[in-house]
Every structure is written in C-alpha cells, then in structure tokens.
C-alpha cells in the first residue's frame, strides 16, 4: 500500500510539474503611467499577429505567467496608446525585460538560450552595418580629397569587412542548426543575395524537423521554393555566357552588345521612369568616368515606353556611354531573356563575355571594377 501512494504521490508532482510548465515575463518598465495594459502577441501560421494574454503596469514594473510553448517563435509586447513594440523570442524559459518607453527597440531582454543567440546575432549584425556606415564616410571623404592611397586602403578594409559578415552569417546557421535563430540567420543570407538558392536549399535541409515545420520554417521553405522557380527561368546568371542582343539607339541605329564590349562591361537595365536608377546613376557616372579609359565600357538597356523620356533622362544624367532601348516596358526582349524582373540590374562582364557579378551599386560597384581592372586607379 505504502509502495501504491509513494507511485501516486510521484504521478501527481509529475502532472503539477506539467501544468505549471510554460514561460513567464518579469519586467522593469520606465516612464509609463500605472495602469498601462500590456499586450502579449503571437504571431499564427496565416502569419497574422494575434493577442495572446494582457497585463498591467504597476510601479514601473509588470509580471505575467505565459502557456507552454509548442515550437519557438517570436512573440513581441505592445502597450496600449504606445507605438512601436518589443520584439522577443517565445520559449519555456523565465524572460527579465528592462524596456523603455521612448525606446522599445533598445529594450534589454535576458533568458532562454534562443533569445541569447538572437540577440547575439542581432547585435553582431548591427555592429558589421555600423562600420560599414563609417568606412562608407571615410571612404567618401578620402575621395573628395583626391587621397588615392587612403581611398585604397578603407576599401580593402571594406572587402575585408564584407569577407568577415559573410563567414559570421553563414557560420551562424551552421553552427546552430537545433536553433530558430538558424532560419533567421538563413532568410538573411537569402535576401542579401550572399547565397545562391542552391546552397539555401542544403543549409535548409540540414535544419532539423522542428525548424522546417515551424512557421518560420515553411516560410523560408517557400522562399526557397520561389527561388527555385524564379532561377530555373533565369538564362543569365553568374558563371554564364551572356547572351548578345542587338536592338535600336536613340539615334534609331542597330547596336548589339558585341560591338560594345570593353575589357569589362556594364549592362545596365534602367529607366527614365525609375527613381532608384535614376539616384543610383551619378554613381554610374563617376564610375564610367573613372575606369573608361582603363577598359571599362557601359551599355544602358532601358525599358522605357516614351522615346523623348529615354533621351532626355540620358541627357539629363550625362550618360556618356551606349544606350539601346525596345520601348516595350516590362516586355522588353532583352529583359525577359537576361531573367530581369527589377531594376536598376546590371550585369557585369568579362571581356570574353562571361557574367562575373551582378546588381552592384554605390561603393560595392566601384570595389569591383577596381578589382577587376586597376586597384592603382583609385
């Protein structure tokens, strides 16, 4: 008998055990009034974000106790009459929260070992764009000033920098395949473009089953899926001949891309109507400028519709280089065949006609042609 109740009394601890199983936020709130209700919210599989539980604000401070979580996921508090929110990542594990009201972003949040990885991974990712930031300026000025060897120096440095970003992101996801910072950490390699469909689908894979059926999973899964689909269509890519294409200038002349190959060229796909190709065109320019006679040449593709707009926006931007245009729009041949589905696009060529980069702007397209032509000319 006494063996029967000492079996009970193990089963009844084990079910409290269960039921009190879950995730509880304490946290030190400033400058809020009392009474402040605060919103706990999830976010469903239709990717919808939904309140979960509520509280209140008592002396700066709150406390509330959270049901047990299935899978991962972010979960995020809002406060009532308080834009903006703190963002955080669900798990069965005590979360202290220090949070302030003018700066919810910056809210400090400690527990769990996701939170600690994300949190990790979101202030190391913060840090690489901050340098960036400041070698960009430094950058900038040193060229200004015609300081060729100082200039040289900050983009090395930036290579250097972009070289050190890409091992951390991709070592992240390696490195914490049980973990649903690896499916952040993955969709980030995706839209930075520092991956290739194929490598994403091989890291994916490698994820375990958790992870791939987490919402955050399948929406990464079909991020992939769309890329697939989108690449599989694609007739132009890095490692690929690019295929020559001839169609009228503004002159209403035959230019086809041969006759306009340098050592390196440009294939440039914009439009008079393009706001982002239209800033990003006195870069271009300085570019163009820069490296001309080192053997760089530019051929501009525009999907315009109006023949006055093409000319007068090449006018306008001092766009010295060759220009070709259908006047079809989104139904220009040469898009469709070089898979271009956004602009501005550009295409980088080796002087055998080999795609060797693509879709670089600002600093990083000047980093390349330098590479690929003469450092010296910096």
């Not at 440095?157 to 992101?169: P, V, Y």
């Not at 991709?170 to 390699?189: C, E, R, T, W």
């Not at 091989?202 to 999973?217: C, H």
């Amino acid at each position: 008998m006494k063996k029967i109740a000492l079996l009970a009394t193990i089963v009844l601890l084990a079910a409290c055990e269960k039921k009190e199983k879950g995730y509880s936020i304490s946290a030190d709130v400033a400058d809020f009034e009392d009474g402040t209700v605060v919103y706990v919210n999830t976010i469903n599989q239709s990717n919808r974000p939904t309140v979960i539980d509520s509280t209140t604000i008592q002396q700066n401070k709150f406390q509330i106790a959270l049901p047990p979580v299935e899978n991962s996921d972010f979960n995020f508090l809002t406060f009532k009459n308080v834009p903006g929110n703190v963002l955080f990542i669900a798990e069965d594990y005590p979360l202290s929260m220090t949070i302030h009201k003018d700066s919810l972003r910056s809210s400090i949040i400690k527990g769990g070992v996701e939170n600690e990885l994300f949190f990790t991974y979101l202030n190391k990712v913060k840090a690489f764009g901050e340098e960036k930031i400041e070698l960009n300026n430094q950058y900038q000025i040193a060229s200004k000033l015609n300081e060729t060897e100082k200039a040289k120096g900050i983009i090395a440095k930036r290579q250097e920098l972009n070289k050190k970003e890409i091992e951390f992101r991709k070592g992240y996801v390696d490195q914490n395949a049980n973990s649903l910072v690896s499916v952040i950490a993955l969709g980030d390699l995706m839209n930075l473009k520092i991956i290739n469909v194929k490598e994403a689908k091989e890291k994916y894979a490698a994820l375990n089953d958790t992870l791939r059926t987490s919402r955050l999973g399948k929406n990464l899964d079909r991020m992939i899926a769309s890329a697939l689909a989108v690449s599989n269509q694609k007739r132009v890519d890095i490692g690929s001949k690019a295929e020559d294409f001839t169609a009228p200038t503004p002159e209403g002349k035959s230019l086809s891309l041969k006759q306009s190959m340098g050592k390196i060229t440009i294939v440039d796909f914009w439009a008079s109507w393009c706001k982002p190709c239209r800033m990003e065109n006195p870069n271009v320019v300085r570019v163009y400028n820069k490296y001309h006679k080192k053997g760089l040449n530019i051929i501009g593709v525009s999907l315009d519709k109006k023949q006055a707009s093409w000319t007068k926006a090449i006018a306008d931007d001092n766009l010295q280089w060759n220009h070709v245009s259908n006047l079809q729009f989104w139904q220009d041949p040469i898009a469709r065949a070089y898979g271009v589905r956004s602009i501005p696009a550009t295409f980088i060529l080796d002087e055998t006609g080999n795609v060797i980069a693509k879709n670089l702007r600002g600093p990083a397209l000047e980093e390349k042609i330098s590479e690929l032509l003469d450092q010296k000319s910096l």
